[in-house]
Every structure is written in structure tokens, then in C-alpha cells.
């Protein structure tokens, strides 16, 4: 599954370390969120291809320049194009969410994708505090 590398020193064949992508799904200049996404789901066949054994997509929000502010959608969208390769959050800012709504997404997910979903949390804000107000508000 992995790439195999020779060591030339002692004709051994030695495993190539498991590798993973984390990915923003940056929008290029005069691109759109629609065209980065694509982007983002070829570059996961690719790596799939590749045998890597992760994709990572990481939460940003209010960012001009990234599409992975919604980041369940994304693996889904991720998980639907591919075939075995884990696709994961890196990771979903739980001030920003309520834990319960993150529990259901990724329970989900690994109902349509079983044994391909990872969940990566973490506590920062992931934006700027404009935004991190406006996604906290109601919680």
C-alpha cells in the first residue's frame, strides 16, 4: 500500500512511513470555492493513488482565499471521490460548534464511509473575532 524504498547500504527493503495531506482547499486568483473543491478532490485521488494513508482538511472561516470553512462537507465530498484513503478534520474548532452537532456530522460520516473518518479536535478560533463572535453567538 505504501511506497517501498531500497536501502543501497544494506540491500534491504525498508517501508516508507505512513503520509498524509492537510489540505485548505486554497481558491487561486481568479478561481472560485467550486473550482478549489475540485481541486481538493483531485489532489486526494491523486494521493490516494500515491498510497498515502491520510487527508486532512482544515477549518478556516470568513477567508477569501480558502473553501474548507464547512469542513463535514468537505470530507464528505472527499470520501465520496476516493476509495480507501482516511479523510479527516485537522481539525474542527469546538468553540465554534456545538459539540453535540459535531458528534452527529462525523457519526454520519462514518456511517457512509465506515472505517474512513477521522475526527481531529482543537480550541482555537480558526478566524479572525469578527467571525468567531458571529459562529459563537448562540452557543
Known amino acids: ?16 512511513p505512513p503520509l498524509s495531506v492537510l489540505d485548505l482547499s486554497p481558491i487561486t486568483q481568479g478561481s472560485h470555492a467550486g473550482q478549489a ?5 483531485d489532489l486526494a485521488r491523486r494521493t490516494e493513488k500515491l498510497g498515502y494513508n491520510r487527508y486532512w482538511v482544515a ?3 470568513n477567508m477569501a482565499g480558502i473553501a474548507s470553512a464547512a469542513t463535514a ?10 476509495q480507501i484513503i482516511r479523510v479527516g478534520s485537522g481539525g474542527i474548532m469546538l468553540p465554534n460548534h456545538a459539540p453535540l452537532v459535531i458528534a452527529e456530522q462525523f457519526g454520519t460520516l462514518e456511517s457512509l464511509y465506515p472505517g474512513r473518518i477521522d475526527l481531529g479536535l482543537g480550541r482555537a478560533p480558526g478566524t479572525d473575532q ?8 448562540n452557543l
Open 130 to 137: 469578527f467571525t468567531a463572535y458571529a459562529l459563537r453567538r
Open 37 to 41: 473543491l475540485c481541486n481538493s478532490l
Open 59 to 61: 477549518e478556516h472561516h
Open 1 to 16: 500500500m505504501f511506497p517501498v524504498e531500497r536501502n543501497s547500504a544494506t540491500d534491504d527493503t525498508l517501508a516508507m
Open 73 to 82: 462537507v468537505v470530507i464528505g465530498h472527499i470520501a465520496s471521490g476516493t
